[in-house]
Nanobody
Framework: QVQLVESGGGLVQAGGSLRLSCAASGRTFSNYAMGWFRQAPGKEREFVARIAWSGSATYYADSVKGRFTISRDNAKNTVYLQMNSLKPEDTAVYYC???????????????WGQGTQVTVSS
């Protein structure tokens, strides 16, 4: 089992920045690729970004490319999502997830955090 706890969400004005953190415990964190997903009210959960177990590879959804950066610190068992130039349409609950595959599909991640709310005001 891997336990994931997100933090860092909040209310920010459009154009502002937030950094989300996801702290992992349990099984060896560095064995897992990590992903960030988000879910807005009335919408399906969507992929945001993912990072390989080593941190050597990353991948982003087109909607956040160039604005968001995913990173990880395996010594601290933590993955981050730096979000810049935030837009109102980025408003959602953000979830981190751990999985052994390299995928954007939420169904293929094995462990999930409880989520953290990000609200971007216009």
């Amino acid at each position: 089992q891997v336990q994931l706890v997100e933090s860092g969400g909040g209310l920010v004005q459009a154009g502002g920045s937030l950094r989300l953190s996801c702290a992992a415990s349990g099984r060896t964190f560095s064995n897992y690729a990590m992903g960030w997903f988000r879910q807005a009210p009335g919408k399906e959960r969507e992929f945001v970004a993912r990072i390989a177990w080593s941190g050597s590879a990353t991948y982003y959804a087109d909607s956040v490319k160039g604005r968001f950066t995913i990173s990880r610190d395996n010594a601290k068992n933590t993955v981050y999502l730096q979000m810049n130039s935030l837009k109102p349409e980025d408003t959602a609950v953000y979830y981190c997830a751990a999985g052994t595959g390299w995928t954007y599909r939420a169904s293929e991640y094995d462990y999930w955090g409880q989520g953290t709310q990000v609200t971007v005001s216009s």
